[in-house]
């Protein structure tokens, strides 16, 4: 069975520009979690979307969003970006909605802002 | 969510157990003691959790002290695919599924 893919790998983008990552989860999972994660912070959660609805959402400001379409893959867009948003943007899918201890995560898109 | 705290490097001979302390004295008694680890440039991997009985899968042993107020992760036969940050977290469940958080976690490193 496929992982967790995640696309682009890499990103470069300069500030005040957007940027949107895309998810594939595994076959089959409904549940697609965001995840951003720096050295400084650590892994902080994004949101939560199952069955094409937000179920959870983090404390991140609204220029971070995201959607969920009928096949499960999920985008997630960064609007107007800042040099803070720099970081490795992971992907995690479960077959039950927040099943963390069953969450597969993908590789995650390295996003770097100058 | 409560607070833990993980030493920030260990080291390991390959062949011999790692054992992975961490504590978390705030801990609520509905919150689990999750673990999981990241491989350089790959995303983070579920290991083991528990509530209050020590648990153990195929990859990982966690023993929970009886107050609950630490934990540890035996990797019971280091490899050097074992080299990775591990991370503990205490979670509840209800509205905090699927919000993980990790912090800094340990950086174990297992030498040949």
């Known amino acids: 069975k496929a992982g967790v893919t995640q696309t682009p790998r890499y990103l470069i983008k300069t500030r005040g520009q957007q940027v949107t990552l895309s998810c594939s989860p595994i076959?089959?999972?409904?549940?697609v979690s965001w995840y951003q994660q720096t050295p400084g912070q650590g892994l902080q959660f994004l949101f939560e979307?199952?069955?094409?609805?937000?179920?959870n959402k983090g404390n991140f400001p609204g220029r971070f969003s995201g959607r969920q379409f009928s096949n499960s893959r999920s985008e997630m867009n960064v609007s107007t970006l800042e040099l803070g948003d720099s970081a490795l943007y992971l992907c995690?899918?479960?077959?039950?909605?927040?099943?963390?201890?069953?969450?597969?995560f993908g590789p995650g898109t390295r996003l770097t802002v100058l | 969510d409560a607070k833990t705290t993980q030493p920030p490097s260990m080291d390991c001979a390959e062949g011999r157990a790692a054992n992975l302390p961490c504590n978390h004295s705030t801990i609520s008694g509905n919150e689990y003691v999750y673990w999981y680890r990241q491989i350089h440039s790959q995303g983070p991997q579920y290991i083991i959790h528990g509530l209050k009985n020590n648990e153990t899968n195929e990859m990982a042993s966690l023993i929970i002290t009886e107050d609950r107020k630490s934990s540890t992760l035996i990797l019971p036969h280091a490899t050097l695919r074992d080299t990775a940050v591990y991370y503990c977290i205490v979670f509840a469940g209800g509205t905090s599924y699927g919000k993980l958080t990790f912090g800094q976690g340990t950086i174990l490193t297992v030498h040949p």
């Open positions: 979307y199952f069955s094409e609805t937000q179920r």
């Open positions: 076959s089959g999972h409904r549940s």
């Open positions: 995690a899918s479960s077959y039950l909605a927040g099943a963390v201890n069953e969450q597969f």
